[in-house]
């Protein structure tokens, strides 16, 4: 289905004058998405410092639960 839409884009694409081509081009441009995580920075953050202390103090607790709840709620 994927295949066949995307044949037809192509197809009609083709046949753009080029200023007709350089608007699509702009129009879906507009579309694309940013790449930012869904997770926040300061959550992110956080992990990693958990890590790293753990890391070099092994006999500490790791845990996780509190901003692996939060995380979920965040990015339900």
């Not at 009609?12 to 608007?23: G, V």
């Not at 958990?50 to 692996?68: A, S, V």
Request: overall charge negative; charged content about 25%.
């Amino acid at each position: 289905m994927m295949n066949a839409t995307a044949e037809i884009l192509k197809t009609k694409i083709e046949s753009f004058s080029p200023e007709t081509l350089e608007a699509f081009a702009k129009m879906v441009e507009s579309f694309e998405v940013n790449s930012k995580p869904a997770i926040p920075q300061f959550q992110l953050d956080e992990v990693l410092y958990r890590i790293q202390f753990h890391n070099e103090n092994p006999m500490t607790k790791l845990d996780f639960y509190e901003n692996i709840s939060e995380l979920k709620k965040n990015c339900a």
